[in-house]
């Protein structure tokens, strides 16, 4: 198993500001909003009512029930508490559902650029990764046409994001239709849909693949509330699935850790009754903070981005740059350019090739405007140093 690529980018930068260094960490997926005051309201409210003790497996009821009327609310998807498991991060969910339905040898079909966890908890699970490459002229999203393509009757699982990261691409439903037309004549396929982006979408409704009544049984819906809710410490993601995957993922997650924590649950009710609109000011943050970067990144010569509609990432392709050098050192790929704006101008990023795309590089824009202003100015000169 490799260490994630955004994990070991943070620990570069954090090892360089050690040293004293004025790195700024572009790398983590991670908002800068703090949690909304009556999120620790409900948490402090728990831990005052002793819920300190060991859950069910899958969750609090009361927060199955919680998180089964928000899917009706927000997503018109029909999901009863008993068909919800609630993990100790959406991590941890994608994981269960993996590790519940991969065999051995069994193909896992993932859109690449992907989510770096993708790949390696499939091959925890001894599946088989199939990776279809959706390029920048595609705005990164794989269609019906290449999914068809690349099935087999090996295959078991797909696995994809909206919004997604790395992209911030965001699926419309006419574009999951047409997914759905071709998974309804394959019922023995399961779908990975992760959600956990949903509420940070700058241009239409969020639309969820399992609303298609064909195919809603083989669709895992995957969701949590590390982005949209400001809480990436509290750890508690969950999904929504037919009752034997379910099943199957609380079995395993009752060998593995049990039920996530049980403040974190309480907390994370008062999150799925919340009316989304309270997140507007935190979108619309995020959505100035995009067109910043995306202004900055038109006036690099060689730099190609689409404009992301979801999450809060930019993806562009800077691969005009490979064979460039400066000062003795030339960049044969996105690990080296990387790691050249890491050492010269003290950005840190995260490389495509971890997401499957070897021509781009990740930035995540989740930070304050003013740190991005200077961001884009470091990585600006320094690319501009790069000559034939």
Known sequence: MEESATIAMSRKSRELIAEGKDVISLSLGEPDFNTPDFIKEAAQKAMDENYTFYTPVPGYQDLREAIST?????????????QIVVSTGAKQSIANVVLSVIN?????????PYWVSYLEVVKVA???PVIVNAGIDNDFKLSGKELEEA???KTKLIMFSTPCNPT???YSKEELADLARVLEKHPNIVVIADEIYEHINFRSKHESLAQFEAIKNQVVTVNGVSKAWAMTGWRLGYIGANKEIAAAC???QGQFTSATCSITQKAAIAAMEADPAVLKDMIAAFESRRELVLNALNEIEGVKANVPEGAFYVFPDVSYFYGKSYNGRT?????????YLLDEALVALVTGEAFGD??????????????LTEAMRRIREALEKLSE
């Open 250 to 252: 609380t079995k395993m």
């Open 126 to 128: 001894e599946g088989t």
């Open 70 to 82: 928000k899917f009706k609310r927000d997503n018109n998807l029909d999901y009863s508490p008993d």
């Open 104 to 112: 051995k040898g069994d193909e896992v079909i993932i859109p690449a």
């Open 168 to 170: 911030g691409s965001v």
């Open 151 to 153: 099935i087999t009757p």
């Open 331 to 339: 960049i044969k790929n996105c690990n080296d350019l990387a790691m």
């Open 358 to 371: 070897p021509n781009c590089i990740r930035i995540s824009y989740a930070t304050s405007e003013e740190i």
